[in-house]
């Protein structure tokens, strides 16, 4: 019964994210192979979309900055609300917020999903930055192979 009730926790946590409006922050990748860490929100945002934000920006800053540097890692943080991004939105199906790892090479791209981890490990800074790291660096070896 309780794998039963899961998602629909997930999902009313997904959708009451509005404690807090959200400062923008947008940076690109460059090259055919790279990494695209996309952090979707709502206009309005709530403690743990939040948290889910400073832990990956603090995990890519922290552990991946070589790689940022050389254009191989970006964080992008996305507006669901606004229109402009209504095809990223439609195309990883983030109607609310969204965690992903787009690996792109030679312009195919892989991505993962780790909306349902972050919301479940927010606050769990340890185990978060375990399993980004893992996601990471699989990531890094799917563009560089």
């Known amino acids: 019964m309780k794998n039963a009730l899961l998602p629909l926790l997930l999902l009313l946590a997904l959708s009451s994210c509005s404690a ?4 923008k922050y947008n940076a690109n990748a460059s090259g055919p ?7 979707f929100h709502n206009e309005r945002r709530c403690e743990t979309c939040l948290e889910i934000e400073k832990l990956t920006k603090e995990i890519i800053s922290q552990d991946y900055a070589d790689a940022v540097k050389k254009g ?16 990223m939105v439609h195309k990883y199906t983030a109607y609310g917020t969204t965690l992903i790892i ?3 090479k030679g312009g195919k791209e892989e991505f993962t999903d780790l909306t ?16 980004m790291k893992k996601e990471l660096d699989a990531a890094l ?5």
């Open 20 to 23: 807090q409006p959200n400062p």
């Open 33 to 39: 192979n790279r990494i695209e860490v996309l952090d």
């Open 72 to 87: 191989l890692i970006t964080f992008k943080l996305i507006n669901v609300d606004d229109k402009a991004n209504a095809d």
């Open 102 to 104: 787009s690996s792109v």
């Open 116 to 131: 349902n981890f972050a919301f479940l490990n927010f606050n769990k800074a340890d185990k978060f930055r375990e399993t």
């Open 141 to 145: 070896q799917r563009i560089k192979s």
